[in-house]
């Protein structure tokens, strides 16, 4: 037993000189680190928000770190979000699983003299110094349903798919859609409100779920970017392609294959390249200490609206894909 | 019993010496891992971990296992917060957030233990139950607005150290009590190494282990008030990646997950070790999915010397 337990610390010690002769020292870049944290890390949309922000962090002379938590769940985002506060960063811009739960996390960094964006996804307004806006919340959500409508109609039954039950933008947008449909659209009748969790297969066996229970089903919202893409392969599956309307947000790439095979005339969302790229520019003017102002033209996103009141930074209106314009994009 | 007298378990010094190494080495590279404010913040989540995994140490040495854990954490958060919901003074929020949590676990306690059902599917539904009636009675939301008084918890120190990391190591000192000098402890041990013989030497093994499932739950509510003081909300899904931290802290520490052994210190060892690793990752710039990669390392690594050093070789029971 001796002679093991020698050459178990023998190989460990070993183990250990090897990490150690491949490394130097971090650099210390609090004054210029700008910290990115995405609701969770490794899917399309939130990669590309990640290149577009590298990109101008990088040209304005900003250190760019991004990293978040690989599922999405406020807890463990807070989590990320507390590790990194010991890091003492310049900026640091979260997309929010939740407004409440981040909400202390995010008001403690700004105590540290920290300067706090939320992008994407907002927080409790106090929590943090403004928020980086794709578009409005009731624009969006009453295009999307437009967007539905139009394919449907205006009549039939419809069901949505939604990223998680608890994601508070993904419920704001739900919240214009049932309005809009209810205030424009009475002949449509909303059946099922399901969540996918942002996840395709999860979405996937909802949709066929969904297919089975409702046989007069003529359209679906997925309401996550991993929604309609698990809707249209459940849809062209059963053999239902074009028989079954699909409206909702996701991106391009995902949704290429299915708008080629015309299952999917239309898909709704913004650039969140620019968006992460627009992110990084707000990043950059905190560090300068100026403010933003309406109507003032950043580079590579254009003009942006700025509503100081509620300290609120909007990027511009929702971008619609179609056979058209499909092959212009890639994210 | 016999694996308690044993002092064969050399697995947490393993897990201490590769914590060493590593928090050297993350010492070296990144100038923020030794300051105060990182391990203020790291003491945090890591003592909201360490209580579930207290409780899951006693679930595990009875030879049980709690998939419900997450779920309990989440039910008492949402009780707590219908309780501030309806402006309730801070204890009583409190003590509805704690009651939540034992009846919870009660409710395991009383099919597993009086009924006699298979512990991994008790609680494999009511995980699922109790989610299911938390995401109903949050509607899915969050609940906000909870007084200064709760989320006292979150902001208090005492000589620099969070309050919370002070309430865990008093709740570990009490387990380690009761496991090794109440009769009780004694009996969930010997539960765990041998169930029938520990019925016919007439050890009262449905309450014992109605004990195990409630204190479990207790300490699951104890962690929902401190989670919801920490993100000043509470929600269904707070409590979601405790399960499994919890064993694998207890795994960590070299418990076999059979059952029939349990060490309090080797407990809080395995949970403290997941929580730095993971945080000294993050301060070293290393990608989310790599860090998930490399603390799984450890615990195979941990595991392997174990079982290499002799600790976890023996079978028991």
């Not at chain 1, 074009?242 to 909702?248: F, K, L, S």
């Not at chain 1, 005339?265 to 707000?282: F, M, N, S």
């Not at chain 2, 917060?81 to 409710?107: D, K, M, N, R, S």
């Amino acid at each position: 037993m001796s002679s093991h337990r020698a050459r178990a610390l023998a190989s460990l010690a070993f183990a250990a000189l090897l990490i150690a002769a491949g490394c130097s020292r971090l650099p210390r870049n609090s004054k210029t680190l700008f910290v990115m944290v995405p609701k969770l890390v490794g899917i399309p949309y939130f990669n590309s928000a990640r290149d577009g922000a590298s990109e101008e962090a990088g040209r304005l002379g900003l250190h760019f770190f991004y990293t978040g938590p690989t599922a999405a769940d406020a807890s463990l985002q807070v989590d990320v979000i507390a590790g990194l506060l010991a890091r003492h960063p310049a900026v640091l811009a979260v997309s929010c699983d939740d407004a409440n739960a981040l909400a202390p996390v995010l008001r403690r960094a700004r105590r540290y003299g920290i300067s706090v964006l939320t992008w994407d996804a907002d927080a409790q307004p106090d929590a943090r110094d403004w928020f980086v806006s794709q578009v409005e919340d009731e624009t969006l959500g009453r295009h999307v349903m437009d967007v539905l409508a139009e394919q449907l109609g205006g009549r039939g039954q419809y069901a949505i798919i939604t990223g998680s039950l608890t994601a508070s933008n993904l419920n704001a947008w739900l919240f214009w859609m049932k309005k809009q449909q209810q205030e424009k659209y009475p002949e449509m009748q909303l059946v099922a409100v399901v969540p996918g969790n942002d996840d395709q297969q999860q979405s996937f066996v909802q949709a066929q779920s969904l297919l089975q229970a409702y046989p007069n089903l003529r359209g679906f919202i997925g309401n996550s970017s991993a929604a309609p893409p698990a809707i249209a392969r459940a849809i062209e599956q059963a053999g239902l392609s074009g028989q079954i309307a699909i409206a909702g947000l996701s991106t391009p790439n995902l949704m290429r294959h299915y708008i080629e095979s015309k299952t999917v005339k239309t898909i709704t969302l913004w650039d969140p390249g620019k968006l992460g790229r627009l992110t990084a520019a707000v990043g950059a003017m905190m560090l300068r200490h100026e403010t933003p102002r309406d109507g003032m033209d950043v580079s590579g996103v254009g003009r942006i609206r700025v509503l100081p009141e509620t300290r609120k930074i909007v990027m511009g209106s929702p971008l619609d894909f179609t056979l058209e314009n499909i092959g212009q994009y890639w994210f | 019993m016999m694996a308690l007298r044993r002092s064969g378990n050399l697995q947490p010094g393993v897990v201490i010496l590769l914590v060493l190494f590593f928090c050297v080495y993350s010492g070296y590279r990144s100038g923020d891992f030794w300051s105060a404010l990182n391990w203020q913040l790291l003491a945090q989540p890591l003592a909201e971990a360490g209580l579930v995994s207290i409780g899951m140490m006693f679930v595990i040495a009875c030879g049980g296992i709690d998939l419900s854990v997450g779920s309990i954490v989440g039910a008492a958060a949402v009780t707590a917060g219908i309780a501030a919901h309806h402006h309730l003074p801070v204890p009583a929020i409190e003590a509805a957030a704690l009651a939540a949590g034992t009846l919870c676990g009660a409710f395991n306690g009383l099919l597993i233990g009086v009924f006699r059902l298979s512990s991994i599917l008790v609680t494999l539904g009511s995980m699922i139950l109790l989610s299911g009636i938390a995401l109903a009675l949050s509607d899915g939301g969050s609940f906000a607005g909870f007084p200064d008084g709760l989320l006292w918890w979150n902001d208090a120190t005492l000589l620099g150290i969070p309050v919370e990391f002070l309430l865990f190591l008093a709740g570990a000192a009490v387990a380690a009590v009761l496991l090794r000098y109440s009769l009780w402890g004694h009996y969930v041990v010997a539960i765990g190494s041998n169930r029938i013989a520990a019925r016919y030497s007439g050890y009262p093994v449905a309450l014992t282990l109605f004990g195990v499932y409630t204190l479990q739950g207790l300490l699951c509510g104890m962690t929902g008030i401190l989670l919801v003081a920490r993100l000043a909300s509470a929600r269904a899904d707070m409590g979601q990646g405790l399960m499994l931290m919890a064993i694998a802290a207890v795994v960590l520490g070299g418990a076999p997950i059979k059952g029939g052994s349990a060490s309090v210190i080797a407990t809080v060892v395995g949970v403290a070790a997941f929580y730095i690793v993971q945080d000294g990752l993050l301060l070293l710039d290393v990608p989310p999915f790599v860090q998930h990669a490399l603390t799984s390392v450890l615990l195979l690594v941990a595991v392997a010397a174990g079982i290499l050093l002799g600790a976890n070789r023996e079978e028991r029971g």
